[in-house]
């Protein structure tokens, strides 16, 4: 499966199907057809994605995997199941692609001098409504 990029190919050997009858709309055939698409690829097995890309996939998606590191794509969106193989792949395509680039990296940055200023002014009307509050004693 050739997903665009070079570094990002996983061989359609890794990949197995298996098939189940499909619910909804089909008419009489629903009963007889085995539409139903399960794609399931040994994600942590794999070796043919680069390590950084294979990580950011099994922390963005552990929760898809199995408990023996299978990935599982179901598609009952088409009626036939050589179209509903077809959006296994394609969904398979589309989280590769997620997870494809590192993000950038987070700059940390530090409020400006009006965002201080507004603060310190906001912490002084609080202060000043509190005063107010205060029981006033007097002294007779």
């Known amino acids: 499966m ?11 050997g890794e990949l197995s199907f298996s098939y189940a009858r ?15 698409a399960i794609l399931r690829w040994p994600v942590r097995t794999s070796t ?4 950084a890309v294979h990580q950011r996939f099994l922390e963005r998606f552990a929760h898809r995997l199995t408990m023996d ?6 598609s009952t969106r088409f009626r036939d199941r ?3 193989v077809a959006d296994c792949i394609e969904r398979l395509r589309a989280m590769l692609a997620e997870v494809a680039r590192a993000p950038r990296p987070r700059k ?12 310190l002014a906001a912490k002084h009307l609080r202060s000043r ?5 205060a029981k006033v004693f007097r002294e007779e």
């Open 82 to 84: 050589g179209r509903n």
């Open 129 to 133: 409504k509190k005063e107010t509050r």
């Open 22 to 36: 499909s619910g909804g709309p089909g008419g009489q055939n629903v009963n007889k057809r085995s539409s139903k």
């Open 69 to 74: 590191g299978d990935l599982l794509i179901a």
């Open 108 to 119: 940390p940055s530090r409020p400006g001098r009006a965002a201080a200023e507004a603060r």
């Open 2 to 12: 050739d997903l665009h990029r070079r570094s990002l190919e996983v061989p359609i």
């Open 48 to 51: 043919h994605l680069p390590v």
